[in-house]
C-alpha cells in the first residue's frame, strides 16, 4: 500500500510539474516527436530512391515497404506488389480513412544530370516561388533538399503519411485508419490499386499523398481514350475511283474540335476533347480506304465516361471504341468537415488535371501531400526536407482527433 501510494503521489507530482512547464518546453517535446517521424520518413525515402521501382518493376520497393511496417511493430497485408496495414483499433461501427500514396515511379528521363536513383540532401539555394534551384546569380532560398527519382511524385506522400499512420493510431480515433501503399498508379495499371481495394474493408473517405503543396485537390479530371475509324473504298488515285477515308473523317474531325460540353466545373473547368493522332494512307497513288484517329478525352466531375462515350458515338459517323471507362473524374464536396478544416488552416482547395489513384475510387477522396507536381516526371526530380516536415505538421493538425 506504501508503494502505490508512493507512486500515485509520484504520479500526481509528475503530472502538476507537466503542466506547469513553460510552454515553450512543452512545444520541443512535442517538436522532437515530429522531428524523429521526419527523420525517419526522409531515412525510408532515401531507401526506396536507391531502389529502381519504374511501375510493373515495384517489388522490391514493395519488399522494403513491407519491412519498414514491420520495424514500426505492424502486420503488413500483401497482394502482388500493394502493401498495407490496418489500423490495431480497428471497430466496424466506425468510418474508415484511406491514407494511400503509390510506390512506383516513371522511367527517368535522359537529362538527368545526377544519378536519379542516389539519393542525395544537398543545401541548395531554391527560388522561393516555384521551389525550382536556382541559377548562379538568381535569388533564393537555400534548403536542405533530397534529390532523387520519385522523391517528390510521390515518395514524399507515401512516406509522410505512413508516420501519420503510426502517430494516429497511438491512440483510438474516431475513426479507422488504413494505410496503403499502391503499385503501378504511373500507368493505371490492373495489378495497381485496383487488385488491392476490394480486399480492403469499405472505405468511406480516402487522402491521397500526390505532391500539391499541401493544398486539397478537391476534384481530379478523368482519362477515356477513344480510337475512332473511318472507313472508305480504295482506288486509284489518278482515275478518281474509290471513297477517301480521309474525307470521310473530316466532318468528325471538325465535331471534335468544335464540339464544346455544356457543364462546366467550377475546379476543373469544361470536359475537353483533344485529337491527337490522325493515320491513313498507304502511299501517294492509292485511295486510303482507312482513316484512324486517337482522341483523348478529359472529364470533369458532372460527365461518366460511359455517357461520354455514348454521346460521342451518336454524333459521329465513323466506328468509335473506347479504350477504357474505368479512369473516372473524382469530385469531393468542398462543404466536406475534412476540406473545410484544409480552409480553416489557410489551405486553399483547387482542381487537379492530373490523374492518380482517385480515378479508381469509387468512394469520397482528395489529395493532399508535400512537393509540388510541376517538379513530376521531370529532371533532377526533388524534394525539400522542410516540406515532408509541414506536411507532417499539418496532416497531424488537420486528422488527430478530427471526425470525417
Not at 112 to 123: A, C, K, L
Not at 232 to 238: F, L, M, R, T, V
Request: charged share 25%.
Amino acid at each position: 500500500m506504501i508503494t502505490q501510494n508512493k507512486n500515485g503521489i509520484f504520479s500526481i507530482l509528475y503530472a502538476l510539474f507537466f503542466v506547469t512547464l513553460p510552454s515553450k518546453l512543452k512545444t520541443r517535446e512535442i517538436i522532437m516527436t515530429q522531428e524523429q517521424y521526419v527523420n525517419d520518413a526522409v531515412e525510408l525515402l532515401q531507401k526506396l530512391i536507391a531502389t529502381p521501382s519504374v511501375s510493373h518493376n515495384e517489388k522490391d520497393a514493395a519488399d522494403i515497404m513491407e519491412q519498414a511496417i514491420r520495424d514500426y511493430g505492424f502486420e503488413p497485408h500483401r497482394e502482388a506488389n500493394n502493401v498495407w496495414i490496418v489500423d490495431p483499433h480497428f471497430d466496424e461501427s466506425k468510418p474508415t480513412l484511406l491514407l494511400n500514396a503509390h510506390i512506383d515511379t516513371v522511367k527517368p528521363v535522359a537529362s538527368w544530370t545526377r544519378d536519379p536513383f542516389s539519393p542525395s540532401i544537398e543545401n541548395v539555394k531554391l527560388v522561393a516561388d516555384n521551389g525550382v534551384v536556382a541559377d548562379n546569380g538568381e535569388k533564393g532560398t537555400e534548403e536542405e533538399t533530397l534529390f532523387g527519382l520519385g522523391s517528390n511524385d510521390c515518395g514524399g506522400g507515401l512516406c509522410s503519411l505512413l508516420q501519420m499512420f503510426r502517430m494516429l493510431t497511438e491512440k483510438p480515433q474516431s475513426y479507422n485508419l488504413i494505410y496503403l501503399a499502391s503499385a503501378e498508379e504511373e500507368v493505371s495499371g490492373k495489378d495497381g490499386i485496383s487488385r488491392a481495394l476490394p480486399l480492403l474493408p469499405p472505405i468511406n473517405l480516402a487522402i491521397v499523398g500526390e505532391p500539391t503543396g499541401m493544398n486539397p485537390a478537391v476534384a481530379e479530371k478523368g482519362l477515356m481514350v477513344l480510337d475512332v475509324i473511318a472507313h472508305g473504298k480504295s482506288g486509284h488515285a489518278a482515275r478518281n475511283e474509290g471513297v477517301n477515308a480521309i474525307y470521310e473523317a473530316l466532318d468528325d474531325m471538325r465535331w471534335i474540335r468544335d464540339y464544346k460540353f455544356e457543364k462546366v466545373s467550377e475546379f476543373l473547368g469544361p470536359t475537353k476533347m483533344t485529337l491527337t493522332v490522325v493515320n491513313a494512307g498507304t502511299q501517294h497513288n492509292v485511295i486510303p480506304d482507312k482513316c484512324t484517329m486517337l482522341v483523348d478525352i478529359r472529364t470533369n466531375e458532372f460527365y461518366d465516361n460511359e455517357e461520354v462515350y455514348h454521346f460521342i458515338c451518336q454524333h459521329l459517323k465513323s466506328e468509335c471504341k473506347a479504350h477504357s471507362f474505368r479512369l473516372k473524374s473524382s469530385r469531393i464536396d468542398p462543404e466536406h468537415p475534412l476540406i473545410k478544416k484544409c480552409v480553416a488552416m489557410g489551405m486553399k482547395p483547387f482542381g487537379s488535371p492530373t490523374l492518380s489513384d482517385q480515378a479508381l475510387m469509387s468512394f469520397p477522396s482528395f489529395k493532399l501531400g508535400p512537393g509540388e507536381s510541376s517538379r513530376s516526371h521531370s529532371a533532377d526530380e526533388f524534394i525539400k526536407i522542410s516540406e515532408i516536415a509541414d506536411a507532417i505538421a499539418k496532416y497531424t493538425l488537420l486528422l488527430d482527433g478530427a471526425t470525417i
